[in-house]
């Protein structure tokens, strides 16, 4: 994932679970995080940021933001041509 890219979707995923980005950063754990709220404005957030579809069980699986950076580079590298 592009460092821009990573750090505004970082930045923008730190406002939907209301902390500061580097809290996000040092390994906040999502799993008591993930309500409704944040479930839809996060798969809007990977929508708009990488024009990914993300179903909302497949977020949930994720307990780290490391974790959610991985999910999105696996969709994103499964559409790249050649695969």
Do not use: H, N, Y
């Not at 950063?25 to 990977?46: H, K």
């Amino acid at each position: 994932m592009d460092a821009d890219i990573s750090t505004s979707f970082l930045a923008k995923l730190a406002d939907v679970f209301e902390v500061d980005a580097t809290t996000l950063q040092s390994g906040l754990s999502l799993a008591e995080r993930w309500d409704s709220v944040a479930v839809l404005a996060t798969m809007a957030l990977i929508d708009e940021q990488f024009a990914l579809t993300v179903a909302p069980d497949e977020l949930t699986r994720c307990t780290s933001v490391t974790e959610v950076l991985a999910l999105v580079d696996q969709r994103v590298g499964l559409r790249s041509p050649g695969r």
